[in-house]
């Protein structure tokens, strides 16, 4: 079993950044490949960004290409989201996402285990 915790999230103005942490516990943390996904009120969970076991190989949804970085730390057993160059449409809440596999997926429905989740909310 692994337990997620996320933080980080709040309000910011658009064009503001937030740095997500989402802190892992209970299993190796460098045997799984993490994500980070978002869900805005109304719509499906959707793909924000993935990193690989060790982190050398990291993936981002178009939408936040250039704008988002996605890293870990094996030694904190922790992974970060930075967002920068916030738009309103990033409002959302933001779920990190393990999968027990070198890389993560971009489908929610691959992981297997999810956090609570954190509150981003960018105001124009």
């Known amino acids: 079993q692994v337990q997620l915790v996320e933080s980080g999230g709040g309000l910011v103005q658009a064009g503001g950044s937030l740095r997500l942490s989402c802190a892992a516990s209970g299993r190796t943390f460098s045997d799984y490949a993490m994500g980070w996904f978002r869900q805005a009120p109304g719509k499906e969970r959707e793909f924000v960004a993935r990193i690989s076991r060790s982190g050398g190989n990291t993936r981002y949804a178009d939408s936040v290409q250039a704008r988002f970085t996605i890293s870990r730390d094996n030694a904190e057993n922790t992974v970060y989201l930075q967002m920068n160059s916030l738009k309103p449409e990033d409002t959302a809440v933001y779920y990190c996402?393990?999968?027990?596999?070198?890389?993560?997926?971009?489908?929610?429905?691959?992981?297997?285990?999810w956090g609570q989740g954190t509150q981003v909310t960018v105001s124009s």
């Open positions: 996402s393990a999968r027990r596999s070198f890389l993560a997926s971009t489908i929610p429905n691959d992981h297997d285990y």
